[in-house]
């Protein structure tokens, strides 16, 4: 069982502060090619930066959660797929402050209701040249959160203690870009987790265990 947020809520922020285990962590949920080398890319030049939001929430009788959204199926880029709330950085504005726009546009998320507690490590996507900067955030409430943006078809509380459990996590060979991969990914009330998503809520998971191992 994970423990509980209001631990989570004291103990994370100054585990964040110190040496994180992004690296290995991500390469866990790597896509890998039949050589077997995770998909790991240094940071591109001039990259587009982006803020996401993992967002710890309370619920009823039950393990506290991580916030994901899923998108439209009808959209022309990754559709149907899994992400965190947020978004490219608009303007003069912080990493932080675009994680929490992001998710007040994309899920009515409160920012004032956000504790921000660190980040994890940067995530660079070379597809969309993107340099993906995730914020971890609780609130002590439970949130009413709904979909209000055009993107997000679906919002789903993932539980901690599901996510911990090893079994949660699946390796299955997928057709991408015409070649045959070895795809990690986390199998959340039926939809599956994978890419930058996973790789980064590896290292959440991570450092969690950290933390729960500390006490």
Not at 21 to 28: L, T
Not at 96 to 119: K, N, Y
Request: charged share 25%.
């Amino acid at each position: 069982m994970p423990p509980p947020l209001e631990f989570l809520h004291d103990r994370l922020p100054s585990r964040l502060r110190r040496a994180l285990p992004g690296h290995e962590a991500h390469a866990r949920m790597a896509p890998r090619s039949p050589a077997r080398q995770a998909a790991l890319s240094p940071r591109g030049k001039d990259c587009r930066e982006a803020g996401v939001l993992a967002l710890l929430v309370p619920q009823p009788n039950a393990s506290p959660a991580v916030v994901l959204t899923v998108r439209r199926e009808e959209l022309p880029d990754h559709a149907g797929q899994i992400s965190f709330p947020g978004g490219q950085r608009e303007g003069s504005e912080s990493l932080a402050q675009t994680a929490l726009r992001e998710a007040e546009e994309e899920i009515d998320l409160d920012p004032q209701s956000v504790d921000r507690l660190g980040c994890l490590t940067p995530l660079y996507i070379p597809p969309s040249n993107f340099c993906v900067h995730p914020h971890v955030g609780v609130v002590d409430h439970v949130p009413p959160l709904s979909p209000t943006d055009r993107e997000v078809d679906q919002i789903l509380r993932a539980s901690l203690s599901d996510l911990l459990d090893p079994k949660s996590r699946v390796v299955k060979p997928w057709m991408l870009h015409g070649s045959t991969v070895e795809v990690p990914y986390y199998d959340v009330e039926g939809h599956a987790v994978w890419g930058a998503t996973a790789m980064m809520l590896s290292e959440l998971l991570t450092v969690i265990r950290s933390v729960s191992d500390e006490a």
